[in-house]
């Protein structure tokens, strides 16, 4: 029996396999691109490591795309054969992996939860609980998991910075703004190499409108993360939102092309960053030339992989961006399908949530505006089971807005706008707005004071 670095029981073969396999983890929590081949030698040093059998089934799933289901499945067989010769904690990894490999997220979820009731040191279990809860918008669950095991962590404890990082995310999307930012800045003064906790931090100020400490918190050279992986464009896209909110619309666009853009067989991820930021850039009037061709050759190639309803949506708007309505309408009829796979909580939420998303976001698209706001404006305090990060899931309600400016609806456009200056005033788009919504709305006297407003915070 041998240990990893925190001292839970590891079921392995040799020393090596055991050395590899703590590696990967450390690998795995800084993004670098080394965590996937440093755990296939993990394998090779001993074929028979039940629990790197499981993290590799894990790293599989997290490309999010039901292409790698059946790798995954191979490791899960894989591990499913040592069963009775691993540990109890070991034997539950597999079980979440089992679920996850079914899509059942709720049960994978519970069994990371079962195992940090034992073992509050598995940080792996506590990663992928967080990784999934996200995914389904679950913020409570996100923030609860981490404080269930906070005291029995210390700095002494390899991996302390992470679960610092991971607890700052969780704090901040459930509104404790503060406590976030003083755990993540933490974080990261303890591992500078943990991205997560740079990303936590980045969404505080982000959420607070705080754009030009965004800028500078995430003010590193370009080439600072290419060895990690494709994370590294999530955070230039956090950047390119602190840029598009001061209304520097040409240099987002030049970190678009440096650092977010991704080219053919893009992760997930990026296509998500990509056409979030495209659309945010049209929302603002700005000409993104030709750039939506590629994303959206790129979205035929996933119109009936439906793991994550999220990464659906963006799927849609890039079908949309270039006028393909066969191909959306195709999506939209490939969900239709997918909604009764039992289990699967992508597909739970698929005609509740994704569909009618999708379908607001292709009659936007299509000029049919009221279509749009008659689809969106019921779910838009209802998105959240979709996943995601309220800054992320913030283009469907800038969506909603475009949709109620273009369709002349000025009282419903100065509702929405006057809650985004409220919440987010230090936004010149959100002005830029609210200030058009007024005008269409024949709201004279508070277009005047918006103007004021506006002119005063240097808009």
């Known amino acids: 029996m041998h240990t990893d670095k925190r001292g839970l029981a590891l079921t392995a073969g040799n020393e090596s396999a055991i050395d590899l396999y703590n590696q990967t983890i450390d690998d795995y929590f800084a993004y670098r691109l080394s965590a996937?081949?440093?755990?296939?030698?993990?394998?090779?040093?001993?074929?028979?490591?039940?629990?790197a059998h499981c993290f590799r089934g894990y790293l599989f799933l997290q490309f999010a795309s039901n292409i790698f289901v059946p790798r995954a499945k191979e490791h899960l067989s894989a591990g499913q054969a040592r069963r009775g010769e691993v540990t109890p904690r070991e034997?539950?990894?597999i079980d979440a992996l089992e679920a996850w490999t079914d899509?059942?997220?709720?049960?994978?979820?519970?069994v990371w939860e079962d195992i940090l009731a034992t073992d509050p040191l598995d940080l792996v279990a506590l990663r992928l609980h967080h990784y999934n809860s996200f995914w389904m918008g679950r913020n409570t669950a996100m923030r609860d998991a981490v404080a269930s095991v906070r005291p029995a962590w210390d700095e002494s404890i390899p991996g302390f910075a992470n679960l610092l990082g991971i607890y700052a995310f969780a704090l901040e999307e459930t509104n404790e703004y503060a406590k976030a930012e003083e755990l993540g800045r933490q974080a990261v003064a303890l591992d500078g190499d943990d991205l997560w906790a740079i990303h936590s931090v980045a969404h505080v100020l982000e959420m607070q409108g705080r754009l030009d400490d965004g800028i500078a918190w995430l003010d590193y050279p370009a080439d600072t993360w290419d060895d990690r992986n494709p994370f590294r464009g999530h955070l230039w896209w956090h950047r390119a939102l602190f840029m598009l909110e001061r209304g520097e619309y040409d240099q987002v666009l030049a970190l678009y092309d440096a650092s977010v853009r991704s080219g053919a067989g893009a992760f997930y991820l990026d296509r998500q960053n990509m056409v979030a930021l495209l659309a945010r850039l049209e929302f603002q009037g700005c000409d993104v030339g030709d750039r939506w061709n590629e994303l959206a050759d790129e979205a035929e190639n996933h119109i009936n992989d439906h793991p994550m309803g999220f990464t659906d949506t963006h799927t849609?708007?890039?079908?949309?961006?270039?006028?393909?309505?066969?191909?959306?309408?195709a999506l939209i009829a490939s969900q239709t399908a997918?909604?009764?796979?039992?289990?699967?909580?992508?597909?739970?939420?698929?005609?509740?949530?994704?569909?009618?998303?999708?379908?607001g976001l292709q009659a936007y698209a299509r000029r049919d505006y009221e279509t749009a706001i008659e689809t969106l404006l019921p779910l838009r305090h209802d998105w959240q089971p979709i996943g995601a990060s309220?800054?992320?899931?913030?283009l469907f309600a800038q969506t909603l807005i475009e949709a109620t400016l273009k369709a002349g609806r000025g009282d419903l456009a100065v509702s929405l706008l006057s809650e985004r200056v409220e919440l987010r005033p230090h936004s010149a788009g959100n002005w830029r707005k609210y200030?058009?919504?007024?005008?269409?709305a024949g709201q004279s006297e508070r277009l005047e004071k918006a103007r004021e407003q506006a002119a005063a915070l240097g808009y």
């Open 36 to 51: 996937g081949a440093v755990i296939k030698q993990a394998l090779e040093a001993d074929p028979e490591f039940a629990m």
């Open 390 to 394: 309220h800054a992320q899931r913030d």
């Open 435 to 440: 200030i058009e919504a007024l005008g269409l």
């Open 316 to 329: 849609m708007v890039a079908l949309a961006a270039t006028e393909r309505w066969d191909k959306a309408d």
């Open 91 to 93: 034997q539950r990894h």
């Open 103 to 110: 899509g059942d997220l709720h049960r994978a979820c519970a």
């Open 338 to 359: 997918a909604a009764t796979t039992p289990n699967d909580y992508a597909s739970a939420i698929m005609n509740a949530v994704t569909t009618p998303i999708c379908r």
